[in-house]
């Protein structure tokens, strides 16, 4: 189904008629605002991809960031040893007795903007691969040289490729930047630069934000783990890409249903009678019962042991003449 066939069903339900620009856009609002809440509640069919990365080999540093992309981390194991590691927050590392992170063991440390840190302080530049119809609006805030926390909007107009902020952007120290967003869809990614033109961020087409998880994959420098080349595989979750063509499909066509039913219940929550909220009560838990469903006969097609049993047996084994390809790459972080 596509988004053409979800609006008429939701216009017919609702009353809200998709007869020019403003009304379909409400509609759309009730529906994005509806496949967010599915996914990020459910881990549904497609929603979840393995890839192997490739950790950058450097001595000096022992954290990383994932790409724009990886929403969630849900798996993690070297690649050449099949070995799981475990992947912590922050909590073990404040608790009452020591504690270092051990081998095998990732901790995300939080969820930032940048992917790579900025080399020098100074304005940012926006970049698009291709020309917009339609303004775009971007924003970035954080610290500044003059200022611990700062809000700059920019306006790519129509045909505008490039844009730079007017703000002297600092690193991070304490805060730097905290959030680099754009309004709308765009039909190419965004890409950031620092002064010096260094890339430094990016925001996808249907994302609204840059988005990058860090993470500190080991206590100390250990030459050991940072063979070049050297690749974990991950297990992950994808963002929620946000509907808006009309030939846009959502990420899973048996799920379709049950993004009408929650679009509904969220549509009768705002309503004044008093009979409202039993109707988006009764709608949401229509649209849980479908999911539900989906999900059930997705596990029942599987074995749901996920847990990487350790292998007594297992060496390391160094990482050339394995015939792997390219890995996509991680980021390393200062």
């Given at each position: 189904?596509a988004?053409?066939d979800?609006?008429?069903?939701?216009s017919?339900?609702?009353?809200v008629?998709?007869?020019?620009?403003?009304?379909?856009?409400?509609?759309?609002?009730?529906?994005?605002?509806?496949?967010?809440?599915?996914?990020?509640s459910?881990?549904?069919?497609?929603?979840?991809?393995?890839?192997?990365?490739?950790?950058?080999?450097?001595?000096?540093?022992?954290?990383?960031?994932?790409?724009?992309?990886?929403?969630?981390?849900?798996?993690?194991?070297?690649?050449?040893?099949?070995?799981?590691?475990?992947?912590?927050?922050?909590?073990?590392?404040?608790?009452?007795?020591?504690?270092?992170?051990?081998?095998?063991?990732?901790?995300?440390?939080?969820?930032?903007?940048?992917?790579?840190?900025?080399?020098?302080?100074?304005?940012?530049?926006?970049?698009?691969?291709?020309?917009?119809?339609?303004?775009?609006t971007?924003?970035?805030?954080?610290?500044?040289?003059?200022?611990?926390?700062?809000?700059?909007?920019?306006?790519?107009?129509?045909?505008?490729?490039?844009?730079?902020?007017?703000?002297?952007?600092?690193?991070?120290?304490?805060?730097?930047l905290?959030?680099?967003?754009?309004?709308?869809?765009?039909?190419?990614?965004?890409?950031?630069?620092?002064?010096?033109?260094?890339?430094?961020?990016?925001?996808?087409?249907?994302?609204?934000?840059?988005?990058?998880?860090?993470?500190?994959?080991?206590?100390?420098?250990?030459?050991?783990?940072?063979?070049?080349?050297?690749?974990?595989?991950?297990?992950?979750?994808?963002?929620?890409?946000?509907l808006?063509?009309?030939?846009?499909?959502?990420?899973?066509?048996?799920?379709?249903?049950?993004?009408?039913?929650?679009?509904r219940?969220?549509?009768?929550?705002?309503?004044?009678?008093?009979?409202?909220?039993?109707?988006?009560?009764?709608?949401?838990?229509?649209?849980?019962?479908?999911?539900?469903?989906?999900?059930?006969?997705?596990?029942?097609?599987?074995?749901?042991?996920?847990?990487?049993?350790?292998?007594?047996?297992a060496?390391?084994?160094s990482?050339?003449?394995?015939?792997?390809?390219?890995?996509?790459?991680?980021?390393?972080?200062?």
């Open positions: 189904m988004v053409s979800m609006l008429l069903k939701l017919e339900a609702t009353g008629t998709n007869s020019n620009a403003a009304t379909r856009a409400q509609l759309l609002r009730y529906l994005n605002t509806a496949g967010r809440e599915l996914w990020n459910w881990d549904l069919p497609g929603s979840m991809q393995e890839q192997f990365f490739a950790i950058p080999a450097d001595q000096t540093n022992i954290q990383i960031t994932l790409p724009w992309y990886c929403e969630q981390i849900r798996g993690a194991r070297w690649a050449i040893t099949g070995q799981k590691i475990t992947v912590r927050d922050f909590r073990p590392r404040y608790q009452a007795t020591p504690w270092h992170l051990p081998f095998l063991e990732w901790r995300v440390r939080q969820r930032q903007p940048l992917h790579t840190p900025m080399l020098v302080e100074g304005p940012l530049t926006f970049v698009l691969t291709e020309p917009q119809e339609i303004p775009i971007l924003c970035v805030s954080g610290q500044t040289t003059a200022a611990s926390q700062v809000m700059e909007t920019i306006i790519l107009l129509p045909g505008q490729v490039t844009a730079v902020t007017q703000n002297q952007w600092s690193k991070a120290d304490p805060y730097g905290q959030q680099i967003s754009k309004a709308g869809i765009t039909t190419c990614d965004v890409n950031i630069f620092d002064y010096s033109g260094l890339a430094v961020a990016e925001i996808g087409s249907r994302s609204e934000q840059a988005n990058n998880i860090l993470v500190q994959i080991s206590e100390y420098v250990n030459s050991a783990m940072y063979q070049p080349n050297n690749a974990v595989e991950l297990l992950y979750k994808r963002p929620y890409d946000t808006f063509y009309d030939t846009d499909i959502f990420h899973s066509p048996y799920a379709e249903d049950s993004l009408i039913w929650r679009a219940a969220n549509y009768e929550a705002l309503q004044k009678d008093e009979l409202a909220l039993q109707r988006a009560s009764l709608f949401s838990a229509k649209a849980d019962e479908l999911i539900r469903q989906i999900v059930s006969n997705q596990e029942s097609e599987v074995d749901m042991r996920v847990n990487v049993a350790p292998n007594k047996y060496r390391a084994a990482f050339w003449g394995r015939g792997w390809g390219k890995f996509s790459r991680t980021y390393r972080r200062s």
